[in-house]
């Protein structure tokens, strides 16, 4: 038979799957491969849908096997595509985005971001993307707080507002009016003062299409920001 000792990394990921996402003790995982995948296989067709994806994501983000990761991902969000699923994997988290320049946006967003910026959008994909208890709500707040901390370290200041780096933004590249007209509106949902950052994010129902309308713009608006930076710098 196949046992695990003779593979150190499938065995360090059934370790994982034992003690991490089973809950269950170390020395009940069997060294045979060939039981431990039988078990794997019974649990993987009897579990709920959401278990489904939590189990893949779980493979997906803990598998250290070379190269694994990216053409795991890259293969079952083909899978998912052909199966008209509802969810892809964005940013190494299964969640429910499907539109393929959505998933680019914010992806590109988080690789390209840092520092508070990218520990806010990665929150606020966190959230959106918890299959027993999204938080709406808070994913919206992640999300204006990265394009907050992006308008600090964009201007190089303590403190500053959306409306000051778009001014800066007009000043130093110039801004197609369509594109001002965007931010402005942007502006308003980030801006305590306008009002409507309060209305949308302490409103009863903020649902997903709230909080995933804002994680893509915000994210649009990182990805704009930081190539026009790049081109200035």
């Given at each position: 038979?196949?046992y695990l000792?003779?593979?150190?990394?499938?065995?360090?990921?059934?370790?994982l799957?034992?003690?991490?996402?089973?809950?269950?003790?170390l020395?009940?995982?069997d060294?045979?491969?060939?039981?431990?995948l039988?078990?794997?296989?019974?649990?993987?067709?009897s579990?709920k849908?959401?278990?489904?994806?939590?189990f893949?994501?779980?493979?997906?983000?803990?598998?250290?096997?070379?190269?694994?990761?990216?053409g795991?991902?890259?293969?079952?969000?083909?899978?998912?595509?052909?199966?008209?699923s509802?969810?892809?994997?964005?940013?190494?988290?299964?969640?429910?985005?499907?539109?393929?320049?959505?998933?680019?946006?914010?992806?590109?967003?988080?690789?390209?971001?840092?520092?508070?910026?990218?520990?806010?959008?990665?929150?606020?994909?966190?959230?959106?993307?918890?299959?027993n208890?999204?938080?709406?709500?808070?994913?919206?707040?992640?999300?204006?707080?990265?394009?907050?901390?992006?308008?600090?370290?964009?201007?190089?200041?303590?403190?500053?507002t959306l409306?000051?780096?778009i001014?800066?933004?007009?000043?130093?590249?110039?801004?197609?009016p369509?594109?001002?007209?965007?931010?402005?509106?942007?502006?308003?949902?980030?801006?305590?003062?306008?009002?409507?950052?309060?209305?949308?994010?302490?409103?009863?129902?903020?649902?997903?299409?709230?909080a995933?309308?804002?994680?893509?713009?915000c994210?649009?608006?990182?990805?704009?920001?930081?190539?026009?930076?790049?081109?200035?710098?």
């Amino acid at each position: 038979g196949y046992y695990l000792s003779s593979n150190k990394d499938l065995k360090a990921l059934c370790e994982l799957l034992w003690f991490h996402y089973f809950k269950k003790p170390l020395d009940t995982l069997d060294n045979d491969w060939s039981k431990v995948l039988k078990e794997l296989r019974k649990y993987f067709f009897s579990c709920k849908w959401h278990e489904v994806y939590d189990f893949i994501e779980f493979v997906a983000n803990n598998h250290k096997r070379y190269q694994f990761k990216e053409g795991f991902i890259i293969d079952s969000n083909h899978l998912l595509e052909r199966e008209v699923s509802a969810y892809r994997f964005v940013n190494g988290l299964i969640t429910r985005i499907t539109e393929v320049h959505e998933v680019a946006e914010i992806e590109q967003a988080l690789e390209a971001s840092n520092g508070p910026v990218h520990k806010h959008l990665r929150r606020a994909l966190e959230l959106l993307s918890d299959r027993n208890a999204p938080d709406y709500r808070n994913s919206v707040k992640e999300a204006i707080s990265a394009v907050e901390s992006l308008v600090i370290l964009t201007l190089k200041a303590e403190k500053g507002t959306l409306g000051q780096l778009i001014k800066k933004l007009e000043d130093e590249i110039g801004l197609h009016p369509a594109l001002r007209t965007a931010f402005g509106n942007l502006y308003g949902y980030t801006s305590d003062e306008a009002g409507i950052r309060h209305a949308l994010t302490e409103t009863e129902k903020v649902d997903f299409n709230d909080a995933k309308f804002m994680l893509v713009v915000c994210s649009a608006f990182i990805n704009f920001v930081e190539g026009k930076v790049l081109i200035k710098g």
